[in-house]
């Protein structure tokens, strides 16, 4: 959900023409990947105005929708993430086929 109210789109748009957008979780892997997390946040300046807290939102969406549960933080855990408090490691490719993200 926190990635839907980033992007201000649903987690799967089909009417979307590119293929790496189609899936939010998959475009938002490539966006930390890449460093282009402003396309994500479609340029708006408000939310671009802070990348670090961007970067860091994206980052513990993604690890809070990880397939393998072991993997999924604690909700203690997401609490000081949020806050600032825990560093956060880019986490792990979403996608079953991670292999094929780059």
Do not use: F, H
Not at 34 to 49: H, I, K, N, Y
Not at 71 to 88: A, C, D, F, I, S
């Amino acid at each position: 959900m926190l990635l839907e109210i980033i992007s201000c789109r649903r987690s799967v748009e089909i009417e979307i023409r590119e293929n790496d957008r189609e899936i939010l979780t998959d475009w938002a892997y490539l966006c930390i990947r890449r460093g282009t997390l402003d396309a994500l946040a479609d340029e708006d300046p408000e939310v671009t105005s802070d990348m670090k807290r961007l970067e860091r939102y994206v980052m513990i969406a993604l690890w809070c929708i990880q397939e393998d549960p072991s993997l999924r933080p604690t909700m203690k855990k997401v609490m000081l993430m949020l806050e600032g408090n825990v560093q956060v490691a880019i986490p792990p490719s979403p996608c079953p086929l991670s292999s094929t993200i780059r």
